[in-house]
C-alpha cells in the first residue's frame, strides 16, 4: 500500500510537475529604472578617495602574485625578466624549437610539393572569361545615288564656263579701257561752294552737269551755252537730259539777279551748280565741262549722227559754219555746207552748228531741244569700244571734270547698262511756267528774260527725275 501510494503519490508529483505553468506578467515586468541615477558617479569626499587610493596600494602585491607571469620565477617586472638572460634563452629555445622547425618544414621539398598540389586542387585562381558585351548591329549606309552625268549636260557646263569665261574677259577689258580714258580726262579740285541743304537727292538717281561753253579754245572758260543735267534713274530704269535755259532770271550769290548763264561766267562751274541748286532745289555734286571743239571731237569720235533737218535749219547751219566754226577749226569758210535739208547724217562741225541754232523756230526753246536730239545720238554710240578709244585719242584730254577716278569708273560701269534705258527730255522752265520779260541789268542794258515759277518746276523736277 505503501508502494503504491508512493507510485501514486509519485505520479500525481510528475503529472504535476509537467502542467505548465503560466508565466505572471509582473515577474517580466521592465523595472522602472532611473538611468540618470544608476549611472550617475558616485560623488566622494577627500576621505573617501584617501581610502580608495590606500586600497590600490595594499593589494598591488595581491594582483602581482595572481597575475604575474608563468615564466617570471623570480618575481621581477616585466622589463627586467625579459632583460634576463635565462628568459631570453629560454625564448630563443621555444623559437629554435618551434619556429626553426616551422622553417624546415616550409623549406621541405615534400612540404612545398604538399602545398602546391593542395593549391592547384583547390585554391587555383581560375580565369573565368568576362562577359563581353554584345556589339551594336551594324548600320546600313544608304547608298549615295551615282549621278549619271549625260552627255549633253556636260555639254551645257562647258558652254556656261565659256560664255562665263568670255564676260570676265569683256569686263577685264572694258575696265582696263575704262580706266586708260578716265586718266587722260582734265581733272580739277572742286573750289568753294554754298550748299543747299533743303535741295532734292535721290540715293538711285546719279546727276552729272554736262557744261558747253561757248569757249574757241582750252583756256578761255566763256560763258554756259548750254547747261544739261544727264541723271541715271535706275529705279525707273531712265535717262533725263533736262535743258535749263539760259535766259532763266536767277538770283546769283554775290551778283543779284541776272541770267542763268552768267553764273559761270563771274564763279565758274562751282557758282553754276549753286545757282541752280538755291533756285531750282535739285543737288549737284559733279560736272563735264565740253567747249567748242571737244563737242564737234566727241560727234566726229562715234562717227557722227544722223538727224533730221528742215530747209531753213540746213540754211542756218550753212550760216554758222562760214561765219565762226570753220574758222575755228582752221578750214576753209566754205566747208561741209549742205544742199538741203532731210535726215542727214551730221560731222563734228555740222552737229556743232545744228546746236547753235537759235533764230529758227521759237528762239532759245527750240535750240535747247536741238541740244538735246544731240547728246541723245551720243550716248549710244559712245559706248562702243571703238568709240571710246577715238574719245581717249582725241577728245577726252579737252574734258575738264571735278569727278573723281573712282567716281568716273563707277559712272563708266552704268553706260553699258544704259542702252536699255528709256531716254526723256526735259526742259526747265516748263510749258506755262515762266513768262518773258525786258529787266534792266546792272550794267544799264535791257535784256529779254524768263520770269519763272520755282515752285511750279521744283514739282515738274521731283516728278520726272526723281520718280520710282
Not at 358 to 366: C, I, K, T
Amino acid at each position: 500500500m505503501t508502494d503504491r501510494f508512493q507510485n501514486e503519490e509519485n505520479t500525481d508529483n510528475e503529472n504535476t510537475m509537467n502542467i505548465p505553468i503560466p508565466p505572471n506578467p509582473q515577474n517580466y515586468r521592465r523595472p522602472n529604472i532611473n538611468r540618470q541615477q544608476n549611472y550617475q558617479r558616485p560623488r566622494q569626499n577627500n576621505q573617501q578617495r584617501t581610502n580608495n587610493t590606500n586600497y590600490y596600494q595594499n593589494n598591488s602585491g595581491y594582483q602581482n602574485q595572481n597575475y604575474r607571469r608563468q615564466y617570471n620565477p623570480d618575481n621581477r617586472p616585466y622589463n627586467q625578466n625579459y632583460q634576463n638572460n635565462d628568459n631570453r634563452q629560454y625564448n630563443a629555445g621555444y623559437q629554435n624549437q618551434n619556429y626553426n622547425q616551422y622553417n624546415q618544414n616550409y623549406h621541405n621539398s615534400n612540404y612545398q610539393q604538399y602545398n602546391a598540389g593542395y593549391q592547384n586542387t583547390n585554391y587555383q585562381r581560375q580565369d573565368y572569361p568576362q562577359q563581353r558585351q554584345a556589339p551594336p548591329p551594324p548600320q546600313r549606309r544608304k547608298k549615295k545615288k551615282r549621278k549619271h552625268k549625260s552627255f549633253l549636260g556636260k555639254i551645257v557646263r562647258k558652254i556656261i564656263l565659256t560664255l562665263f569665261t568670255i564676260l570676265v574677259l569683256l569686263f577685264a577689258i572694258y575696265s582696263c579701257t575704262a580706266l586708260t580714258v578716265i586718266s587722260k580726262v582734265g581733272k580739277k579740285e572742286t573750289g568753294d561752294r554754298n550748299r543747299t541743304a533743303s535741295a532734292m537727292s535721290r540715293s538711285y538717281v546719279k546727276s552729272v552737269l554736262i557744261i558747253g561753253t561757248d569757249g574757241r579754245s582750252d583756256d578761255e572758260q566763256g560763258r554756259s551755252d548750254s547747261m544739261i543735267l544727264l541723271s541715271f534713274n535706275s529705279r525707273t530704269n531712265e535717262i533725263i537730259l533736262t535743258s535749263f535755259m539760259r535766259d532763266c532770271y536767277v538770283n546769283i550769290q554775290d551778283y543779284g539777279m541776272d541770267k542763268l548763264n552768267a553764273a559761270y561766267s563771274y564763279g565758274g562751274a562751282e557758282l553754276l551748280m549753286d545757282t541752280i541748286e538755291s533756285n531750282f532745289m535739285v543737288e549737284i555734286d559733279d560736272y563735264i565741262t565740253v567747249n567748242f571743239v571737244s563737242f564737234a571731237g566727241i560727234i566726229d569720235a562715234v562717227g557722227g549722227i544722223d538727224i533730221d533737218v528742215s530747209d531753213e535749219e540746213a540754211h542756218e547751219i550753212n550760216n554758222i559754219l562760214f561765219s565762226e566754226v570753220n574758222q575755228l577749226m582752221g578750214d576753209d569758210q566754205w566747208a561741209d555746207f549742205l544742199e538741203s535739208g532731210g535726215k542727214l547724217h551730221l560731222n563734228g562741225k555740222q552737229a556743232l552748228s545744228y546746236a547753235r541754232i537759235r533764230y529758227v523756230g521759237n528762239s532759245d526753246f527750240e535750240r535747247t531741244s536741238r541740244q538735246r536730239k544731240v547728246f541723245e545720238k551720243i550716248i549710244p554710240k559712245a559706248i562702243n569700244p571703238v568709240a571710246i578709244g577715238r574719245i581717249a585719242k582725241s577728245v577726252i584730254p579737252k574734258i575738264n571734270t571735278n569727278m573723281s577716278t573712282m567716281g568716273m569708273y563707277l559712272l563708266s560701269l552704268r553706260l553699258p547698262t544704259a542702252i536699255r534705258y528709256d531716254v526723256k527730255q526735259l526742259q526747265i522752265p516748263a510749258e506755262n511756267t515762266f513768262y518773258p520779260e525786258d529787266v534792266w541789268l546792272y550794267d544799264g542794258t535791257v535784256q529779254s528774260v524768263l520770269q519763272v515759277d520755282f515752285n511750279a518746276n521744283y514739282n515738274i523736277l521731283e516728278e520726272e527725275i526723281f520718280s520710282h
